[in-house]
């Protein structure tokens, strides 16, 4: 939902204007904000025709940062999962999934947003299918597995960087005698356990109310940004530029940073050179599915989009330079460039990225409709709806150990959002990485394509 502006407004406090706009007046949540930062406790529900339903989520912020307990909830009101939060380094400390009948699906503990120590697993008789131990969120250690009918184990050995060790496992059948393993059982070895992290569940009522403006800036650029923010009569609420949420809301009041020295150590460089082993480096994208980053950089054009990654949230910067990405996907295809996104972390953040990928599309239709009948006529005619389906031939993939952002090096947290444009013969023609504490720090995917064409 969308507060309708009064045009002309004189902007005379940023803080105290954002607590008075922007205090919660959806449906959605229950909370308060202080300098237009959510602060203290706050409810979230889900919506259902407009309206109110059950507890989504429960919990604290501190500076718009979630902190301490928090627990989530699914639409049946059973509660889906409960952990804490560390304002500076995210999940922290020990943490109980669930499936949606209450019974227990996994327990272990997070350190700085990543799975760290033992973990154990169950299936939704309650039967416990595995266990094992995580460091920096990666499987490590011995781990053991088990049959749920007879509770013996059916597999144990170790992993090391996330991958089992060849050599050191045993394998049993029913009966409890030694056996050999097949292909299929191997495979299933370098499966990870499903961990369904779900991340803060709703955008703020700042960012909801200026999707539009921000969308722009990193589908556009800063012009259009500014020209869609005058049209919606926003500019004069953004006249405070940095003073806005501590200028984290982008657009039109953040241009474009860029690292310029890491930048240029990458531009001219054949990608190649910088990836140890590039021949065979492959990049997962599915359970069993990967590519070959060799295959995607020869004879043809290569985007390569590293995205900033999750650790406490979902960056709704990396949201919005997807959807960029996924609309304007088919001109990339027209002028010979293949487009690979990939999200720095393991395959279950990914997945919750996907997820709040499409929740993000809502959020964002909704409040282009919401606009469009308030202004009516006056409404811009080039903002349009999203789709959220992904484009087939777009590829995303996932960087789990971190590999390529650290070969790149632009590694941060997770990683610092890199865009990269490789010629035919995979040297690096156009490089561009954020400034580090600066998410929206981007360039226009309008401007990629551009030069993309080009070369």
Same mark, same amino acid.
């Given at each position: 939902?969308?507060?309708?502006?009064?045009?002309?407004?004189?902007?005379?406090?940023?803080?105290?204007?954002?607590?008075?706009?922007?205090?919660?007046?959806?449906?959605?949540?229950?909370?308060?904000?202080?300098?237009?930062?959510?602060?203290?406790?706050?409810?979230?529900?889900?919506?259902?025709?407009?309206?109110?339903?059950?507890?989504?989520?429960?919990?604290?912020?501190?500076?718009?940062?979630?902190?301490?307990?928090?627990?989530?909830?699914?639409?049946?009101?059973?509660?889906?999962?409960?952990?804490?939060?560390?304002?500076?380094?995210?999940?922290?400390?020990?943490?109980?999934?669930?499936?949606?009948?209450?019974? #227990?699906?996994?327990?272990?503990?997070?350190?700085? !947003?990543?799975?760290?120590?033992?973990?154990?697993?169950?299936?939704?008789?309650?039967?416990?299918?595995?266990?094992?131990?995580?460091?920096?969120?990666?499987?490590?250690? *011995?781990?053991?597995?088990?049959?749920?009918?007879?509770?013996?184990?059916?597999?144990?050995?170790?992993?090391?960087?996330?991958?089992?060790?060849?050599?050191?496992?045993?394998?049993?059948?029913?009966?409890?005698?030694?056996?050999?393993?097949?292909?299929? #059982?191997?495979?299933?070895?370098?499966?990870?356990?499903?961990?369904?992290?779900?991340?803060?569940?709703?955008?703020?009522?700042?960012?909801?109310?200026?999707?539009?403006?921000?969308?722009?800036?990193?589908?556009?650029?800063?012009?259009?940004?500014?020209?869609?923010?005058?049209?919606?009569?926003?500019?004069?609420?953004?006249?405070?530029?940095?003073?806005?949420?501590?200028?984290?809301?982008?657009?039109?009041?953040?241009?474009?940073?860029?690292?310029?020295?890491?930048?240029?150590?990458?531009? !001219?460089?054949?990608?190649?050179?910088?990836?140890?082993?590039?021949?065979?480096?492959?990049?997962? #994208?599915?359970?069993?599915?990967?590519?070959?980053?060799?295959?995607?950089?020869?004879?043809?054009?290569?985007?390569?989009?590293?995205?900033?990654?999750?650790?406490?949230?979902?960056?709704?910067?990396?949201?919005?330079? *997807?959807?960029?990405?996924?609309?304007?996907?088919?001109?990339?295809?027209?002028?010979?460039?293949?487009?690979?996104?990939?999200?720095?972390?393991?395959?279950?953040?990914?997945?919750?990225?996907?997820?709040?990928?499409?929740?993000?599309?809502?959020?964002?239709?909704?409040?282009?409709?919401?606009?469009?009948?308030?202004?009516?006529?006056?409404?811009?005619?080039?903002?349009?709806?999203?789709?959220?389906?992904?484009?087939?031939?777009?590829?995303?993939?996932?960087?789990?150990?971190?590999?390529?952002?650290?070969?790149?090096?632009?590694?941060?947290?997770?990683?610092?959002? #890199?865009?990269?444009?490789?010629?035919?013969?995979?040297?690096?023609?156009?490089?561009?990485?954020?400034?580090?504490?600066?998410?929206?720090?981007?360039?226009?995917?309008?401007?990629?394509?551009?030069?993309?064409?080009?070369?």
């Amino acid at each position: 939902m969308v507060v309708g502006l009064a045009a002309g407004c004189k902007v005379t406090s940023v803080g105290s204007l954002l607590d008075e706009l922007f205090r919660p007046y959806s449906a959605a949540k229950d909370g308060r904000y202080r300098d237009g930062l959510r602060e203290g406790e706050w409810i979230l529900y889900y919506v259902e025709d407009g309206r109110r339903a059950s507890r989504k989520a429960h919990g604290s912020y501190a500076k718009d940062d979630q902190v301490g307990p928090w627990e989530y909830y699914y639409r049946n009101e059973r509660k889906e999962w409960a952990g804490s939060f560390d304002a500076r380094s995210g999940l922290q400390g020990p943490c109980e999934f669930f499936y949606e009948d209450g019974t #227990t699906l996994a327990m272990g503990g997070f350190k700085g !947003g990543l799975e760290e120590g033992p973990w154990v697993f169950y299936d939704r008789s309650g039967a416990k299918v595995m266990e094992g131990g995580f460091a920096g969120g990666v499987r490590t250690g *011995t781990w053991t597995f088990y049959d749920p009918a007879s509770g013996a184990k059916s597999a144990e050995g170790r992993y090391a960087k996330d991958a089992p060790v060849s050599g050191s496992w045993r394998f049993w059948d029913p009966s409890g005698a030694e056996a050999l393993a097949d292909e299929a #059982t191997l495979a299933e070895l370098a499966v990870r356990p499903v961990i369904p992290i779900r991340s803060q569940p709703d955008l703020t009522d700042v960012e909801e109310h200026f999707l539009p403006v921000l969308y722009a800036f990193q589908r556009e650029g800063e012009d259009q940004s500014s020209r869609v923010a005058e049209e919606l009569g926003l500019d004069v609420y953004m006249e405070g530029r940095e003073g806005v949420g501590g200028g984290r809301y982008g657009g039109a009041s953040n241009p474009a940073r860029r690292d310029e020295e890491r930048s240029r150590a990458l531009r !001219g460089r054949k990608l190649g050179d910088l990836i140890a082993g590039f021949e065979d480096f492959t990049i997962p #994208t599915g359970d069993l599915d990967s590519v070959k980053l060799a295959d995607l950089a020869r004879d043809k054009k290569l985007v390569l989009v590293l995205l900033r990654g999750m650790q406490r949230d979902v960056c709704i910067y990396c949201q919005m330079q *997807t959807a960029a990405l996924c609309e304007l996907y088919e001109n990339f295809e027209q002028i010979g460039a293949e487009v690979l996104i990939v999200y720095p972390g393991d395959r279950n953040r990914k997945n919750a990225f996907l997820e709040q990928y499409e929740e993000f599309v809502d959020e964002y239709n909704a409040g282009i409709e919401e606009y469009r009948s308030q202004m009516r006529e006056r409404f811009p005619g080039d903002l349009q709806r999203l789709d959220a389906a992904i484009p087939e031939g777009l590829k995303i993939g996932i960087d789990p150990q971190l590999a390529l952002t650290d070969a790149l090096g632009v590694r941060d947290d997770l990683a610092r959002p #890199t865009t990269l444009i490789c010629d035919e013969e995979g040297v690096i023609r156009y490089a561009y990485v954020g400034m580090a504490g600066f998410p929206e720090d981007r360039p226009a995917v309008r401007k990629l394509l551009d030069l993309a064409a080009d070369i």
